[in-house]
């Protein structure tokens, strides 16, 4: 092989590599279509009529402070992964909600935090509001009910995790 064609070939490599890793988050980019299943699959999983929301809020200037996009990026991350874990780890039978839409919410979701990987460092943690609202929303209410409490908050954390992303997406400069 030519020294040129080997600098060449060097070169676009570099670039390459550099460009991966400037442009690694494809979450905000190419995941849209998950973030919004994730949503439409939580809303499906709907067992009972429970009349009014739950009292439980997070609280909206948590997600809209001032935090840099990593801190930001990773808040997403660590509340996707708490939902994760609350659901997997949980009865989810006394909720009486279809297993395969449980199932499909949940490798939503999963798939989402193995992207966010990617974006984030792996410095710091986000704060744990949600999953000890939504935990004691569980532990409080219990079974049908209180599953289907718990699908509502996490509807709701859904919506406004997805707000972040796209605030992030829009200062970025990406639609």
């Not at 070939?9 to 994730?38: E, F, G, K, P």
């Not at 997070?58 to 996009?69: P, Q, V, Y």
């Amino acid at each position: 092989m030519a020294p040129t064609t080997f600098r060449n070939m060097a070169t676009i490599l570099i670039l390459c590599s550099v460009l991966t890793s400037a442009l690694c988050c494809d979450w905000l980019t190419h995941y849209n279509d998950l973030r919004n299943s994730s949503l439409v699959l939580v809303r499906s999983m709907v067992s009972t009529d429970m009349g009014p929301k739950g009292p439980f809020r997070a609280d909206d200037r948590i997600i809209s402070c001032g935090l840099d996009e990593n801190s930001q990026l990773r808040f997403i991350r660590c509340s996707l992964a708490h939902i994760y874990n609350l659901y997997r780890h949980g009865n989810t039978s006394a909720a009486c909600w279809d297993a395969g839409k449980t199932t499909n919410f949940l490798e939503s979701i999963n798939r989402q935090i193995l992207e966010l990987d990617e974006c984030v460092s792996a410095a710091g943690t986000a704060p744990q509001l949600v999953t000890c609202v939504l935990t004691r929303v569980l532990l409080l209410q219990g079974g049908t009910d209180g599953w289907e409490m718990l699908r509502r908050e996490t509807e709701q954390d859904l919506i406004r995790l997805d707000q972040l992303g796209n605030r992030i997406k829009a200062r970025r400069g990406q639609h």
